[in-house]
């Protein structure tokens, strides 16, 4: 997990859970208090299976392999006590604590004694696991749940609290004082085990649980062929890193034997696997088909959501299904028949607790409620459910297959941060827009790009930057490479991210962490070797690590007709194995470049340190390449002009003025340290901009 609001000063890179833990029981030692976390994760990226994971391994006792010590955990989803929290707000955390555990239908073995749990909470030995928060259907109900959750932190401080939500259910009602971290995706060498262990492990079931050569040798079968597979679907290659979806494409490879090309095409085919291919797989013949299945889940989703449901009484689901479940076959009083069955086939449909419903995950539920949207023709309220986050998957999903025209035009009318985040989702799945609101999107994406507002700013960038990662030209079978050249806003999301790495990665001629205005979509230039590699870097990272961004070989830079060797003013980082040079100067610019040198060697001669220009030309030239050993920032000239006494003339002052024209008008960014008592920068005359190539590593 990554900070993407972090407040602890000693989190600057990933942590996993029980890193926080030991943070939040350090803290607790210095400051009498532990560190509540809020966990911020997209559908699917496994959080409610983090919170299980982490009760489960305190009540085996196992949490001394990770160094923390023993605590109480009490695993509670907010949804299943948003009513009873809204009913008496004045209701403490241990009082629900011990009317939850203290349900003898729900845990019948379960017989704490009277007061045990407030005890518990009260000295400090439990660890809270909030799961679920965006599950809290209705945004009224979430903020008063948000307003109670920030309470019961205040009045247990020697409890730790995890809360788990999706980003905008929890950007709707966020809590006061938590440290928000990021659920991240997996990396490359975490799908590949991922899909090795999965695989194992159905071929070890279906080879019912015996393990041998035979179930080892289809596994790898199936792992080779699914990776291949994967490196061949772009679309769906970006998909592997959440886990979830990661599941779902394993299981519609192994059952289905190829695999989709969208989210909204996986989703499908899982659902054809789950409600009958894997059994036909089997030689099972199902009652009733797949078809007839979705069409009595479709309804249920739909009315799950407009209620704010996760859980139905299968009771009611029935009275509510009644037609759809005469209409596919399913007679009088065989209905609870029909659900139990549909739970032990599927696994779409699960029972948590005996009679009470629910999808076995919200995606489903979702992705479901927009097909019955679809089946039925049905048009909700659009500008009622943009600006509700509880609804915004849904219709992601929704759009993925048809026209988003409608929702699209809804967003640009509520125009707030929410909406216009959704609208640009939406017009990335879609399958249609009119062309004039996606015209006014465009304008208003391009007008955001350069507001003041920075949330409005960066969304805008984060669709720029995707977009760019659309058009990335092949050069083979694993490499491409971009025709675009990296811009300005695309520049700073990534010094943004890097804003605690306490490494300076402005461009010189910026005179802040933000681009001049008016350059957003300009080609960033004055960025050395080191800051474009740290990009490619953050790119990598950005995109989940299935693919890895890097800068252009020399080979690789011929497949660009637009970059050629007689450019004027610009060059291009290129890196191989063990060096890194400019590409794309004229002969002429190079011996322009060195007379500038020498002349500017000169010029410092009499004020800084004697400085030989051969030395110069020696490192800075390298047959027909510019070649940067070494690069410093301007400042550091600045830096040297403040603690020499004698640099007060006239003189001075318009060297360090050329110095600043220099490096911020001709965006002349890079500079050669010389191995001398003093390193003095020296400015070189050209625009440094670089491109990326990117090489999937699956």
């Known amino acids: 997990m990554v900070g993407d609001i972090i407040k602890v000063k ?4 990933s942590r996993n859970i029980w890193d926080l833990l030991r943070l939040s029981e350090k803290t607790k030692k210095k400051e ?3 560190q509540p976390f809020a966990i911020i994760g997209a559908p699917g990226c496994g959080k409610t299976t983090l919170m299980q994971n982490v009760a489960i391994t305190i009540t085996k006792n196992l949490h001394r392999r990770h160094k923390v010590r023993s605590y109480v955990p ?3 989803f907010l949804r299943e006590h948003s009513d009873n929290i809204c009913k008496d707000e004045t209701i403490t955390l241990a009082t629900l604590v011990e009317n939850h555990f203290g349900d003898k239908k729900r845990f019948p073995t379960l017989k704490p004694p009277q007061g045990w749990f407030t005890g518990k909470m009260e000295s400090g030995r439990c660890l809270v696991l909030l799961d679920g928060f965006d599950e809290v259907g209705d945004k009224e109900i979430r903020l008063k749940v948000s307003k109670w959750v920030d309470r019961q932190i205040g009045i247990y401080q020697n409890c730790t609290f995890f809360l788990t939500s999706r980003p905008q259910g929890y950007k709707d009602a966020p809590l006061t004082n938590v440290n928000v971290m990021e659920v991240q995706n997996f990396n490359v060498a975490q799908v590949k085990t991922f899909i090795e262990n999965w695989y194992i492990a159905n071929e070890f079931r279906s080879a019912g649980n015996e393990m041998n050569a035979t179930v080892r040798e289809r596994a790898k079968d199936g792992t080779i062929d699914l990776l291949k597979r994967l490196g061949t679907v772009p679309a769906l290659l970006a998909l592997t890193a959440n886990p979830l979806l990661l599941t779902m494409i394993a299981m519609v490879h192994r059952y289905h034997g190829a695999l989709p090309g969208s989210r909204s095409e996986l989703y499908k085919e899982m659902c054809e696997v789950m409600l009958g291919r894997w059994r036909q797989t089997a030689g099972v013949q199902d009652e009733y088909k797949a078809g007839q299945k979705r069409s009595v ?3 249920l989703a739909c009315h799950m959501m407009e209620h704010g449901l996760r859980e139905i009484p299968r009771k009611e689901a029935i009275t509510l299904l009644d037609d759809s479940l005469r209409r596919v076959g399913v007679k009088a009083g065989e209905e609870d028949a029909f659900f139990i069955k549909l739970q032990e086939t599927s696994g779409i449909v699960i029972e948590r607790e005996a009679g009470l419903l629910s999808f076995a995950h919200l995606t489903f539920q979702e992705y479901l409620t927009a097909s019955c949207w679809k089946n039925t023709n049905l048009q909700p309220s659009w500008n009622k459910l943009v600006n509700d986050s509880w609804w915004h998957e849904t219709i992601r999903l929704y759009v993925a297959q048809g026209d988003a025209t409608g929702i699209i035009e809804a ?5 707030t941060f929410s909406s216009l985040t959704l609208a640009l989702e939406c017009a990335e799945e879609a399958e249609q827009i009119d062309a004039d609101i996606r015209e006014r999107l465009n304008d208003t994406i391009d007008n955001d790009i350069e507001s003041d507002n920075g949330e409005r700013q960066r969304l805008s960038a984060e669709v720029s930057l995707n977009n760019r990662l659309k058009k990335f030209k092949p050069i083979d079978g694993a490499r491409e490479i971009c025709e675009e050249l990296v811009t300005c806003s695309d520049y700073r999301l990534f010094i ?6 306490n490494i300076p990665f402005k461009p010189e001629h ?6 001049p205005h008016g350059t957003a979509s300009m080609p960033v230039s004055g960025i050395n070797f080191f800051h474009a590699e740290e990009f490619c870097k953050w790119l990598t990272k950005k995109q989940g690590g299935t693919t890895t961004y890097r800068l252009p070989l020399l080979n690789e830079t011929t497949v660009i007709k637009n970059v050629r060797r007689n450019s004027v003013t610009r060059c291009w980082w290129i890196g191989d194995e063990d060096w890194h040079s400019t590409f794309g100067l004229s002969d002429d610019k190079i011996n322009q470049i ?5 002349r500017e060697s000169k010029l410092f001669n009499s004020v800084y340190i004697d400085i030989n220009a051969d030395v110069v030309n020696q490192h800075i030239l390298n047959k027909n390449k510019v070649f940067f050993p070494n690069l410093l920032r301007y400042e550091n000239l600045i830096l040297f002009c403040r603690v020499n006494d004698t640099l007060n003339t006239k003189r001075d002052l318009d060297l360090l003025a050329l110095a600043r024209d220099h490096a911020r008008d001709l965006s002349l960014a890079h500079y050669m340290t010389l191995t001398l008592p003093i390193t003095v920068p020296l400015p070189l005359l050209i625009k440094t901009i670089f491109l990326i190539c990117r090489e999937c590593r699956i």
């Open 74 to 76: 009490i695993l509670l």
């Open 297 to 299: 889940l479709e309804p």
């Open 510 to 515: 910026w005179l802040e962490n933000n681009f």
């Open 10 to 13: 000693d989190i600057t890179d």
């Open 411 to 415: 967003c640009l009318e509520n125009n």
């Open 32 to 34: 009498k208090r532990t």
């Open 594 to 598: 060195k007379g500038a040198l020498q």
């Open 496 to 501: 943004e991210d890097m804003i605690n790495n």
